[in-house]
């Protein structure tokens, strides 16, 4: 499921560090890693080994790679890769495996990348006036929203012959910088040499290796009897992209901030139909906004709007929906259902053959005519969708990353949730961060570590355990400790990478760098999480943060532990001054993050320091 795109942006992978140490600190968009135990068995997968029928179609507008179909080998899906799409949802072919690994460590590495082969189609029973009229049509992208194929890079197409011999019928070569703005249809003649009872077709990439790099598009994949080299019109209208959002920039929004805004915040939605038929033809579009937990309608937002004017032969098509306007608060806390949908005729796929219709039921042309789209109305403010595409992250010791929020009126921040995509990075430690002004220290800082996780989508969720306060814009993220990039989903359906800033040279920059949703989310609340208390003499203060000589610890200890980043325990001078107030001096102490473990009676507190 996964989608990997980026436009003027530089690729690195965690493998890669290794052989590139000169890579500078900034904020990069990586790709994904896979969990290590996950198992790569969709190739050798076992499913009913009957012998596909033509037609064979696939639009990869459904979720998933529809493993009856293909057989599958590092390609993924993708639904905003691709720039105008035939229809929703197209095929990512990269040097990357669909489990976000690189096929190799070495740099410069050039060779066979992804793949992708039907499964067996029984050709054989064609009638002699038959044999000359089978072909292979898709349409094919250089690059897209992804890196661009360079000159010595290939997309290929191989049949399948009867010694079991793949021989390439097709093949373009990358450096083709102004066909990533289109699809190009192509369509091959099956020629006879090839019809028999295991036929199968195979696209295949060659380029650079390393990661993802030198993409391809595929889509629109159709193979049928009855056709002739211009048969490059389909009875089939599509929606081709995901619904604009209603909540501007946001995919999710709390409850209590919908109730604040609920006059100003819904605006309307937006979607793109194609008409792939060479004859005009009318057509109806509603959209309807529903609560997900009972399919109850909530708005018609349009019902039944005909386009117009009449969409022409071979039109696409950007359409607005009516302002949403007032939308009734839920009760509760809800998922709602944006619903899009197209009035087109389209049925089950069918060709005229000498002035007879045959049908191919098994074909549904109306499988690309809606899309939906889940809206969360409950807790938490979102810019992502929830869909790992790529990850983001920084590679920089005490670097700090964070996502920017607003909010209406006084709230509570009850919660983060982050979305870490590394499944080896799981229990190292970061500190999770609030601030309410990126130029002053911040008002929350926590010691957590990652939590291991089963899915790549799973959030990780940290509860706060004291009241923070925020009115107005403020920003949630972490700091980390470690010289390795900490991955963090990065959602590429809608750019909000303008509410992206990171801090890796001691001042913070608002980023430009990577396009998309960083996956970082804050939940919020009315109500104060614990109760407020007047601060008594159990209170620590620990200052300056981050320190060059003397550190200052205010209150009453019993104890003090340092650990250095090694979690080696450290026996450094401490001078007490006055009452409740000692001294530690890292006067000459190497640069770099030290842990300060203070014992008040059976408590505990950490506090993670810098010292510059």
Not at 20 to 44: E, F, H, R, Y
Not at 400 to 425: C, D, H, W, Y
Not at 512 to 525: E, F, N, P, Q
Request: proline residues 5%; negative net charge.
């Amino acid at each position: 499921m996964v989608q990997r795109n980026v436009v003027v942006l530089f690729f690195i992978t965690y493998i890669l560090l290794a052989f590139c140490q000169s890579v500078s600190a900034q904020l990069q968009q990586l790709p994904t890693p896979i969990k290590p135990d996950q198992k790569k068995d969709i190739v050798n997968a076992r499913f009913n080994e009957e012998p596909l029928n033509l037609p064979f179609w696939e639009d990869f507008s459904s979720p998933g790679i529809n493993p009856e179909k293909w057989i599958n080998e590092g390609t993924t899906q993708s639904f905003t890769v691709g720039n105008a799409a035939p229809s929703l949802g197209v095929l990512l072919m990269d040097g990357v495996d669909e489990r976000g690994r690189p096929y190799s460590n070495v740099l410069v590495e050039q060779g066979i990348t992804d793949r992708i082969s039907s499964r067996v189609i029984d050709l054989s029973g064609l009638s002699e006036a038959e044999r000359n009229t089978v072909f292979l049509s898709f349409y094919w992208q250089p690059g897209g929203k992804a890196e661009l194929p360079d000159f010595n890079d290939d997309l290929n197409l191989f049949f399948l012959d009867t010694a079991g011999n793949w021989i390439q019928v097709w093949s373009v070569s990358g450096d083709l910088d102004e066909e990533q703005f289109f699809f190009t249809p192509e369509i091959i003649q099956v020629s006879e040499d090839f019809q028999h009872e295991n036929f199968q077709f195979r696209f295949q990439i060659s380029g650079r290796a390393s990661g993802p790099f030198d993409s391809w598009l595929l889509d629109y994949i159709y193979l049928n009897k009855n056709r002739n080299s211009n048969d490059l019109f389909f009875p089939d209208r599509a929606l081709t992209q995901t619904n604009g959002r209603p909540l501007g920039k946001f995919s999710a929004v709390p409850l209590i901030e919908l109730r604040s805004k609920s006059t100003s915040i819904w605006s309307n939605s937006s979607n793109e139909f194609n008409n792939f038929e060479n004859r005009f033809r009318a057509m109806e579009y509603s959209i309807e906004l529903r609560d997900k937990s009972n399919n109850t309608l909530i708005k018609s937002i349009n019902s039944n709007t005909p386009f117009n004017p009449v969409p022409l032969a071979n039109e696409r098509r950007l359409f607005l929906s009516n302002d949403f306007g007032s939308i009734p608060i839920p009760e509760g806390e809800t998922d709602l259902e944006l619903i899009t949908y197209i009035s087109s005729g389209d049925g089950p796929l069918f060709q005229i053959v000498d002035g007879d219709s045959i049908l191919f039921e098994e074909v549904n042309l109306k499988v690309n005519d809606t899309v939906r789209t889940i809206i969360p109305i409950r807790d938490f403010y979102a810019y992502d969708d929830g869909k790992v595409d790529y990850s983001a992250g920084i590679n920089q010791r005490n670097g700090m990353l964070a996502n920017r929020f607003e909010t209406e009126n006084p709230v509570f921040v009850k919660g983060i949730s982050i979305n870490f995509t590394n499944f080896l990075q799981a229990n190292t430690f970061i500190d999770l961060m609030i601030w309410t002004n990126l130029n002053n220290e911040p008002v929350f800082v926590k010691e957590v570590f990652i939590p291991e996780k089963d899915s790549l989508e799973a959030f990780a969720y940290f509860e706060l355990e004291e009241n923070v306060r925020i009115d107005g814009s403020f920003f949630v993220g972490f700091t980390q400790f470690t010289n390795d990039f900490i991955y963090v989903g990065l959602d590429k359906t809608f750019d909000n990478g303008s509410e992206i800033f990171f801090n890796v040279s001691g001042s913070w920059q608002q980023n430009t760098i990577v396009d998309g949703s960083l996956m970082i989310r804050v939940h919020l609340s009315e109500e104060p999480l614990i109760e407020e208390q007047n601060e008594t003499e159990s209170s620590i203060r620990v200052y300056p943060n981050p320190v060059s000589d003397w550190l200052n610890i205010e209150g009453k200890v019993d104890d003090i532990y340092i650990f250095d980043n090694f979690g080696r325990r450290l026996e450094l001078p401490i001078e007490n001054v006055q009452k409740d107030c000692k001294l530690i001096n890292f006067v000459g102490m190497q640069t770099g993050v030290y842990l300060i473990q203070v014992i008040q009676g059976e408590e505990q507190k950490s506090f993670r320091i810098l010292v510059k």
